[in-house]
C-alpha cells in the first residue's frame, strides 16, 4: 500500500515543471551546492525559508527548530553551522524569526508545557531579564511582539560567541550575521538593525543590550 500518495503526486507534478522550465535544473544541482546564505529560522510550517526570500533549491542553506534557538548545548545546530561557514563558505547568516511564535508564547505563560520547557527555557530567561521593559508595553500582543524580536537579538549574539564564528573571524573570513523577523500576516520581512560581522561589532550590539 502506498503511503501519503497524494504527497508523491504533488512531486511528480513539481519535478516536472521544473524539467520544463528550466531543462538543466536538476543537473546543475547535483553538479554543485555553494549556497551564500544560512538560514536560521523557526521549524513553523508558516514560514518556508526559500518561498519568503525568492531563492531556489541550492541557494538557501536551512536549519530550523522551535523558536530558532542557537544554544551553546545544540550539536545539531552548531554542526550546520559550522558546515556553513568552514565547508560552503557561506558570507551571510539570517537568523530569522517571525511574530506569534508558538514557542515564543509558551515562554511567555506559566503553566507546563512538558518537555518542550526544557528547550524553552533560554527564551524564558529573555523574558526575565528584559522584564521592566515589557511591562511598559500596553498589551499582552505587543509584550509577545517584542519578545520575539528579543529572542531573535539574542540568538544573533549566540551566533557570533560561537568558536565557528569567532575563529572564521580570527581568520579574516567575511561573514555577516543578520537578525530579522517575519510577519506571517502580510509575508513582509523586517531587518531588526543587529548586524555582526566582528568581534568589534559584537562588543557594540552587547553593549547596545546590555543598558
Not at 541557494?59 to 565547508?87: G, K, M, P, T, W
Not at 531588526?192 to 543598558?211: A, F, N, Q, T
Request: charged share 25%; proline share 3%.
Amino acid at each position: 500500500m502506498k503511503v501519503l500518495p497524494r504527497l508523491f503526486e504533488n512531486n511528480r507534478r513539481w519535478a516536472a515543471a521544473r524539467r520544463a522550465s528550466d531543462p538543466d535544473f536538476f543537473t546543475r544541482l547535483v553538479g554543485q551546492h555553494a549556497p551564500e546564505f544560512l538560514w536560521i529560522g523557526c521549524a513553523d510550517s508558516r514560514v518556508p525559508a526559500n518561498e519568503i526570500v525568492g531563492l531556489l533549491p541550492g541557494e538557501l542553506f536551512v536549519h530550523r527548530n522551535i523558536a530558532n534557538l542557537v544554544l551553546h548545548s545544540d550539536f545539531n545546530c552548531l554542526s550546520v553551522l559550522q558546515y556553513a561557514v568552514d565547508v560552503l563558505k557561506v558570507r551571510h547568516i539570517i537568523v530569522c524569526g517571525h511574530y506569534g511564535c508558538g514557542g515564543v508564547t509558551a515562554a511567555m505563560e506559566d503553566g507546563s508545557h512538558g518537555l518542550v520547557d526544557n528547550w524553552l527555557r533560554p527564551i524564558r530567561e529573555i523574558r526575565r531579564a528584559r522584564a521592566a521593559e515589557l511591562s511598559r508595553l500596553g498589551t499582552d500582543q505587543k509584550r509577545l511582539d517584542r519578545l520575539c524580536e528579543l529572542n531573535v537579538v539574542q540568538q544573533v549574539m549566540n551566533v557570533a560567541n560561537t568558536t565557528v564564528l569567532q575563529g572564521a573571524w580570527d581568520r579574516g573570513q567575511e561573514v555577516t550575521i543578520h537578525g530579522w523577523i517575519y510577519s506571517i500576516g502580510d509575508g513582509l520581512l523586517q531587518d531588526l538593525d543587529v548586524c555582526i560581522s566582528s568581534r568589534s561589532e559584537l562588543k557594540v550590539l552587547e553593549d547596545r543590550e546590555d543598558r
